[in-house]
């Protein structure tokens, strides 16, 4: 990729680590902030690097036949900025122009203020947050370290505290996130395989040499203008946003601690399930695990409904979970539910109903611009009544969701207000409701009688994803922070 030693790493490669430390950092001064951030620069991973690396790993792991290839470790570090830090890094504003409705805006504001927008309000309200919220200790700066070995972890976390408080820094909130383990590995907490549909970019990922508008060896993944996540580079569907040429190479960063009501969240998707069958809606031998596959639209292992409607199937050994899911032939819903999670948050091919109801978004590509690179892991232990106290119900644990995009409003904002908490999103004759999966209190429009289909019938479920905390950050290219650390 052109530029690939200037972008951070996390943003396009991804640091693809097991443990992972987020320490949100609250600067003294002016002073011990560059200065801080004149040695940090030099341990901060490039799109290079962390490329390079994950290509060895992969071979590696091929070669090893699906083993981890252990030996091959890495320790990578990215830093990014809230609006306030760099006002008071650069000693003024980050960007002379905001105009309204701009990622600029957005991103001055934080996402505190924009809590109405986001549907942060009532249990999600900023007053009940751990950090971001009003009551919280300011957040300047977001220092990311991630590793393969727990201990390798607290080895480069030990060295970053003492830089931290050497130049007058403090930790305002530290958030861990690691991978789950053993079967749960790659699974979040409810139980879903996660991370596998990811957009390929322009100029990174390689095109299919027989479908190039897709990924090689990773069929239904679309290549995607590079200007869609890094600023200053060529999109294909947005107008420029007009940010000041500093940030090019940059990535604007969305930090979000989802909190997750595992055993709530199930014995409800159990009482719904009843509720269903009392009514006829459901096929008699339909099970928890298969109302819960149609909520997210993938099954456990992450096998689309769309494909397998009847139960799971496990990927053959080695093999990645199936991306290439078509909603095109489903466009009621009847068998991936237009409620589902993934229809909510990638509708792909299932827009267009005919064509005098065509929704705009549903026009050729237009949906790539909506697109963010999710860079999530899970934080807290699994729930799991036989384990110990952190394995309980009330233990802290979900997703510390994390993405990355070039426009706060048109991706990450868009995605949230405009389909996940929208009822009106895909616009139906009758409601869809809100993302059956992470979306709050509400009703949702559920498919009855299979592919052949009945009347939808509507199910009023509750809330089991809680923000706890949420940031917006700037991540900048590797010479943008070493201007932002000489002044
Ligand atoms: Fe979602 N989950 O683990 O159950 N997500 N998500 N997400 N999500 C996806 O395809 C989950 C959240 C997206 O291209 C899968 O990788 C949970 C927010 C997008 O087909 C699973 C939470 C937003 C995709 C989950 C959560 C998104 C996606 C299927 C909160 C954006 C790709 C696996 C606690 C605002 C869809 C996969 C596509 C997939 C889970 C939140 C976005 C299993 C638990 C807040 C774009």
Not at 36 to 63: K, P, Y
Request: proline share 7%.
């Amino acid at each position: 990729l052109r530029r690939s030693t200037e972008i951070q790493g996390d943003i396009l490669a991804g640091f693809r680590k097991d443990h992972v430390r987020l320490l949100l950092l609250t600067f003294g001064n002016q002073r011990g902030a560059r200065g801080w951030l004149d040695r940090l620069r030099h341990r901060i991973a490039t799109t290079r690097d962390v490329a390079a690396f994950n290509a060895a790993f992969s071979r590696a792991r091929h070669n090893s036949a699906g083993d981890d290839p252990s030996g091959l470790r890495s320790v990578w570090r990215s830093v990014s900025f809230t609006h306030d830090g760099l006002t008071l890094l650069i000693g003024g504003a980050p960007c002379a122009d905001v105009p309204r409705g701009s990622t600029q805006e957005a991103f001055a504001q934080g996402m505190a203020k924009r809590a109405e927008l986001l549907g942060d309000t009532g249990q999600n309200d900023p007053a009940h947050w751990l950090f971001g919220g009003r009551r919280n200790a300011p957040v300047h700066a977001v220092l990311t370290v991630a590793a393969d070995r727990s201990e390798e972890l607290s080895a480069a976390l030990a060295h970053e505290r003492e830089e931290i408080a050497r130049h007058g820094l403090a930790v305002a909130f530290e958030q861990n996130g690691a991978t789950l383990e053993g079967e749960r590995r790659g699974k979040e907490h409810f139980g879903f395989k996660d991370g596998i549909s990811q957009p390929a970019v322009a100029g990174f990922d390689e095109p299919d040499p027989e479908h190039p508008e897709h990924q090689r060896g990773k069929p239904g993944t679309r290549i995607i203008a590079a200007g869609e996540f890094v600023v200053g580079h060529p999109t294909d569907h947005r107008l420029p946003s007009w940010l000041p040429e500093w940030m090019n190479d940059g990535s604007f960063h969305v930090v979000r601690r989802l909190a997750q009501d595992v055993p709530g969240w199930w014995a409800q998707v159990a009482d719904q399930l009843r509720a269903l069958k009392e009514r006829g809606a459901v096929p008699e031998e339909a099970t928890t695990e298969w109302l819960a596959a149609r909520l997210v639209g993938r099954w456990r292992s992450g096998a689309p409904v769309a494909k397998s409607p009847d139960a799971d199937v496990t990927a053959a050994p080695g093999a990645e979970p199936d991306n290439d899911i078509s909603f095109d032939g489903d466009f009621e819903g009847r068998v991936t539910p237009l409620c589902s999670h993934i229809r909510k948050v990638n509708p792909r091919d299932g827009l267009t109903v005919d064509a005098e109801a065509q929704e705009p978004l549903a026009l050729k590509g237009a949906l790539d611009g909506r697109r963010i690179m999710r860079r999530g892991i899970p934080y807290g232990l699994p729930f799991d009544p036989a384990g110990g106290a952190g394995n309980g119900p009330d233990a802290p644990r979900g997703l510390l969701f994390v993405s990355y995009q070039a426009d706060l409003i048109a991706q990450f904002e868009f995605v949230q207000r405009t389909w996940v908490d929208s009822g009106d999103f895909p616009s139906r004759e009758k409601p869809v409701g809100r993302d059956a999966m992470i979306g709050r209190e509400g009703v949702v429009s559920f498919p009855t009688g299979g592919a052949e289909g009945g009347d939808p019938v509507e199910l009023s479920l509750r809330q089991f994803v809680r923000t706890e905390g949420a940031v917006y950050a700037f991540a900048p290219s590797l010479s943008a922070l070493e201007r932002l650390a000489k002044g």
